[in-house]
């Protein structure tokens, strides 16, 4: 319940540090489009072992839609700025294949005629900052920050096999880990004009959560459920944008129009258990989530 009630998501305005100083305080709010894929993860989910064929069929999701919210005061003390807010996206893959002889992803050793199977990524993000411009000269500004994020980062495996005059058999994991830590990060900005933009960002953070790893099959009416305890862990962070804005007022209101490209990356942060080879141990994967966006941002 907790990741709802803290999803009001950020918003990272592209106007110009000298304009917001120069207005003695300034109020942004906006909304973002992001359009991102899972650059690690996925699985092969079945392997054709007729004799002389090696297909391996994989699942791993493409591009899709996400959203960003959020706000941010920024203040002529110091020319710092306070902002709350965060995302979310979710990704999925489909596939299905026929034939004889399919070995499929986390069953004991048996052949299957019909195989389809579902992956999923789900990220949740929310975040507080705090931070500092310093200009350095004529258009070219830095920025600073630290605070703290929030993370909730979900892969959810699942196949469905059949062979005839067999019950159909299912496979699932269920992959988490969510967590919440400091963070910091810089940041530059190049302005012409007064009113276009291109700037850049780096981020790191350090999120103390849990890990859990769900396991469950049911294999031609054999029964296996494991739930592996949760385990508490660090996960490192990096964040980095690279982004183009520009701005226009309008009827005393300063609309901000920006695109770019962005990639967040978690390191060792699901232990899961190897597609085919259940006997072995669990082992820790990165995840990571990247691509472009638009956003549209209205400043008071």
Known sequence: ???????????????SAEEFCYLGGSFDVGVEALYWKPTT??????RDMRPGVTDVEP?????????RIGGRYLSELWCSYVSVGGLYVQAEDTARLRGSDL?????DGGTFEDVSARLQFDYWNVDL??????HWTGGIAFHMYAGALYADVVERQKIRADETGMPRSIF??????WGIGPQVGVGGMATWWRCVRVFGEVGFAALIGEQRTHFLTNEQGLLNDRRFGSTTVIVPMLQTTLGFATSLAISGVIWTLGVGYELHHFFDVFRAIPAFNLGSARFLRNVGFAGPYLSVVAGF
Request: hydrophobic share 50%; proline share 4%.
């Open 1 to 15: 319940m907790l990741r709802w009630l803290l999803l009001v998501p950020v918003v990272l305005s592209a106007m």
């Open 41 to 46: 993860g996925g699985y092969d989910y079945a």
């Open 59 to 67: 699942l791993s999701p493409d591009y899709d839609w996400g959203v």
């Open 103 to 107: 070995e499929v992803a986390f069953s």
């Open 129 to 134: 900052k705090g931070g500092l411009y310093l």
């Open 172 to 177: 699932r994991q269920k992959l988490e880990f």
